[in-house]
């Protein structure tokens, strides 16, 4: 099972990025997500999608900024980033489980490598 992030890169405070999260998993049934690990920070979670009718979460520091997509033809699922701050800065992984949604990372199953994204002011 494998998750390839890209996408990442630097913006400037305000502008926009999109990252992309290809599965080589048939995701039908799971909750597929995007966490963020800041430096000198825990790794946190920052939205996720229910792969089956695109149900989606997120976290209230991103809310009506990002936006979590899924493409399930491509098997892809995307987090497009507007009005990006410094502190987005982080590495972004993307993350998939079955059954039910959470925000616990403990809880998601496989995980890619992670994506850098890097705001600055």
């Known amino acids: 099972v494998q998750l390839q992030a890209s996408g990442g890169g630097l913006a400037q405070a305000g502008g926009s990025l999109r990252l992309s999260c290809a599965s080589s998993?048939?995701?039908?049934?799971?909750?597929m997500g995007w966490f963020r690990r800041a430096p000198g920070k825990e790794r946190e979670f920052v939205a996720a999608i229910a792969w089956n009718d695109g149900r989606t979460y997120y976290a209230d520091s991103v809310k009506g900024r990002f936006t979590i997509s899924r493409d399930t033809f491509k098997n892809t699922m995307y987090l497009r980033m507007d009005s990006l701050k410094p502190e987005d800065t982080a590495v972004y992984y993307c993350?998939?489980?079955?059954?039910?949604?959470?925000?616990?990372?403990?809880?998601?199953?496989?995980w890619g490598q992670g994506t850098q994204v890097t705001v600055s002011s």
């Open positions: 993350a998939g489980r079955p059954v039910a949604f959470t925000a616990a990372q403990a809880s998601y199953r496989y």
């Open positions: 998993i048939y995701t039908s049934g799971y909750y």
